[in-house]
């Protein structure tokens, strides 16, 4: 039973198209993170977020932007899509809870994306 | 700044046989360390995690890592591989400072021959 959810699971669009991909969960978790990952496995932190309004880039530099209207809910857009942008995107949410012990991310089941 | 290692990209094993998956760590603070499991076209799932406490742990499907601070290291094992553990592999440091986000090492596929 995911509580962190991804749409859509796969995408395959044309060049220039402007997509957004979604990431929803239902733990109320402040931090949430954007990461790509590319055919070759290795995954890259490209957004972060601390909580509302509170949005920072990653390691891996992105052409692709973050909102944080709500708690709940962290989307990533690319105005303008491309094939270098062909990748995998995985959202997850943290949470850290010192003083109860709880400590740990949790994954969607990511986005495939394909750009031709 | 924090870095995560994993010695050898491909690793090939017996049904049956043991199970070394390698992991060493940089960090200025205090480590948190995972690893994960992906299988094809999914997510990240899980297998432990060290965060404070008894550094030998235990996760899901038999597998164990041991946190080594002296080695910086953090290796996974399991004693008998199973044909339904190929995956890839990722070990992966964070710390309760920051952003506390994850920083993956590059991912270890182990392939589990009959």
């Known amino acids: 039973e995911a509580d962190i959810y991804q749409t859509p699971r796969y995408l395959v669009i044309g060049t220039g198209k402007k997509i957004t991909l979604e990431c929803s969960q239902t733990m109320g978790h402040d931090k949430m993170y954007w990461y790509q990952q590319d055919p070759g496995m290795e995954l890259h932190l490209i957004h972060y977020s601390y909580g509302v309004n509170s949005t920072e880039k990653g390691d891996l530099s992105s052409e692709s932007t973050v909102s944080r209207i709500r708690t709940e809910h962290f989307p990533l857009t690319l105005e303008s899509a491309r094939p270098s942008h062909t990748s995998q995107y995985l959202c997850?949410?943290?949470?850290?809870?010192?003083?109860?012990?709880?400590?740990?991310?949790?994954f969607g089941s990511g986005t495939r994306l394909t750009v031709v | 700044a924090q870095s995560v290692t994993q010695l050898g990209s491909h690793v090939s094993v017996s049904e049956g046989a043991l199970v070394l998956l390698r992991c060493n760590y940089s960090s200025s603070v205090p480590p948190y360390l995972f690893w994960y499991v992906q299988y094809p076209n999914q997510g990240l799932q899980l297998l432990l995690k060290y965060t404070t406490g008894a550094t030998l742990v235990k996760g899901i499907n038999g597998f164990e890592a041991e946190f080594k601070k002296s080695e910086t290291s953090f290796h996974l094992t399991k004693p008998s591989a199973h044909m339904s553990d190929a995956a890839e592999y990722f070990c992966a440091v964070s710390s309760d400072t920051g952003r506390r986000a994850l920083t993956f090492g590059s991912g270890t596929r182990l392939q589990v021959q009959p």
């Open positions: 997850a949410s943290s949470e850290f809870s010192g003083g109860a012990g709880v400590y740990g991310y949790t």
